[in-house]
């Protein structure tokens, strides 16, 4: 996104530079030169400003019968192969909502996208006795990092406004109170606040798994373990889209909200 806005804001201080050269230069050199009065000029009255017709309103299914909708069009917001395997799966909306949700709540989202598993296991490697995450362990979400990053933010904002009453529906169908967008804000700040350690991370031996050796890590929510699962920069990647998904979401909100 810096770069999207990196040419306009060059060219912005290209003209601010040019007219303070401008004034620069009149007051030191033609400060001598006597004014002429400026000719007069017919006033001309400013056009009127037509506000643009509001956009139609998309015409959206039955929540029930949404999928070939919904899969229609997010399949325009990136061409990565991983996203079109994703979507061949049914329930799409409520699936959306549900993981949410369960982030929201700083809870496991795992049952509602089994096919986010990884096909690999989890791999440990010994370094100076101690076993840490092996790197092909944060290899194993490659995919599903570069998929995240390739969706194009503006379309997906757009998108998730114009889905959003089928969202809304389904949250209420879970027996939440009060708006979808604010779980959905409310998972973006919790999965932000996760601090990704960088270089190894140390684990702990137990029984039948392991766990996180810095007790600060074991302490985390099940939904920001599962992010420190997918390594230092895939866990960058997803925070980046996250954070300009939420930038771009709070410049669209409808005014009142």
């Given at each position: 996104?810096e770069r999207r ?59 029930a019968a949404s ?94 406004r114009d889905l ?94």
């Open positions: 996104m806005y990196a040419s306009p804001l060059l060219i912005a201080l290209a003209i601010v530079a040019v007219l303070a050269g401008s004034v620069y230069l009149y007051w030191t050199i033609f400060r001598g030169v006597p004014e002429l009065p400026e000719p007069e000029m017919p006033t001309v009255s400013p056009p009127r400003e037509v506000p643009p017709p509001p956009p139609p309103q998309l015409e959206l299914p039955d929540l999928d070939a909708f919904v899969r229609s069009l997010v399949e325009g917001l990136s061409s990565h192969p991983r996203l079109a395997a994703w979507l061949v799966n049914d329930h799409l909306v409520e699936r959306f909502v549900a993981v949410v949700d369960n982030v929201a709540r700083g809870e496991s989202p795992r049952v509602h996208v089994p096919f986010l598993a990884p096909e690999a296991g989890f791999a440990v490697e010994q370094e100076d006795g101690h076993p840490v995450i092996a790197e092909e362990s944060f290899r194993r979400y490659d995919l599903l990092a570069a998929a995240v990053a390739s969706l194009d933010t503006d379309g997906a904002v757009r998108l998730y959003a009453p089928l969202f809304e529906e389904a949250y209420a169908e879970l027996g939440n109170p009060g708006s979808f967008e604010l779980a959905l804000v409310a998972a973006i700040d919790r999965l932000l606040a996760v601090e990704v350690p960088e270089g190894e991370v140390e684990l702990s031996e137990r029984i039948d798994a392991y766990a996180f050796a810095d007790a600060r890590l074991e302490r985390l929510s099940p939904a920001a373990k599962h992010l420190l699962r997918l390594g230092p920069y895939n866990a960058h990647e997803v925070q980046t889209k996250l954070r300009t998904f939420k930038t771009a979401l709070a410049l669209t909100r409808p005014p009142g909200e």
